[in-house]
């Protein structure tokens, strides 16, 4: 590892920043708070720099501290506005922060990489609905349903799946979204209980929401629980199970609608 600078070069209000933009997009692609906190750590040792760490679910305090002159600090808060899952952000960032502190780069490097970083994109819209499409079939089919039981889940699922997107780029609540999506897929493949399709529709209708299902928050508040990072792990837990409430909200009125009473 290289000896990491002993005089910092840059502004203390620049440097929080740049660490708190990395901190927020770690966090908001998918980490979980330890990995965060051990890669910020990692980066601002290599720059020359002690920080102390705050975190809660709305946001990241950092409060920085030059090395030699302890008694120069600054501490910085960025809200954390969303939550997402983008694994490939998280692991270049990871990559990266290694680089940082073998190779010790300039400040300069570290934003220009992390501007790269941050406009990696998603998987491509199509290739995400049919994979996950053909995820619900999957479960359907795991759970013992037939074949029109794995195509109602499948046609429901892709149809939830892009109600989803669309409301939340058009920016409407999570939770309001998670129920509309939920209640338009298990309408659709509760019309299989309603007229009788198949051997197990119901079995459709049980997979046909396991796409909102929502997986990385759960385990990252397991996680974050286990380091001792309580505040945000009962946090994210609790995103966990309202979401699942919601889903089970759009269940509830879809079978209402349909006339579903088991």
Not at 61 to 80: C, G, I, M, N, W
């Amino acid at each position: 590892m290289a000896i990491p600078n002993s005089a910092p070069e840059y502004n203390h209000r620049t440097v929080s920043s740049l660490l708190l933009d990395i901190a927020v997009l770690l966090i908001s692609s998918g980490a979980h708070t330890d990995r965060v906190n051990r890669n910020i750590r990692r980066i601002s040792y290599a720059m020359g720099y002690d920080i102390e760490l705050f975190f809660s679910f709305a946001g990241i305090t950092l409060t920085l501290s030059d090395r030699e002159s302890p008694h120069l600090q600054h501490t910085a808060f960025k809200r954390v506005t969303h939550y997402a899952v983008n694994l490939s952000v998280v692991s270049a960032i990871s990559r990266m922060s290694w680089k940082v502190a073998f190779e010790n780069w300039p400040m300069t490097d570290i934003a220009t990489e992390i501007e790269r970083i941050r406009s990696i994109p998603h998987y491509p819209k199509m290739v995400s609905l049919v994979m996950i499409t053909l995820a619900g079939m999957a479960f359907c089919r795991l759970a013992g349903g037939e074949v029109l039981a794995m195509l109602l889940a499948g046609a429901a699922t892709a149809i939830g799946f892009t109600v989803r997107n669309i409301l939340l780029a058009k920016g409407y609540n999570l939770i309001l979204t998670v129920v509309s999506a939920a209640f338009i897929a298990s309408t659709i493949s509760g019309l299989g209980l309603v007229f009788h399709w198949g051997d197990s529709p119901e079995i459709a209708v049980a997979t046909s929401v396991l796409f909102l299902i929502p997986g990385v928050p759960l385990i990252n508040s397991i996680i974050d629980l286990m380091h001792g990072y309580i505040i945000v792990g009962q946090a994210r837990a609790t995103q966990g199970i309202v979401i699942a409430f919601a889903i089970a909200t759009g269940i509830v009125i879809s079978s209402a609608l349909l006339g579903v009473h088991q």
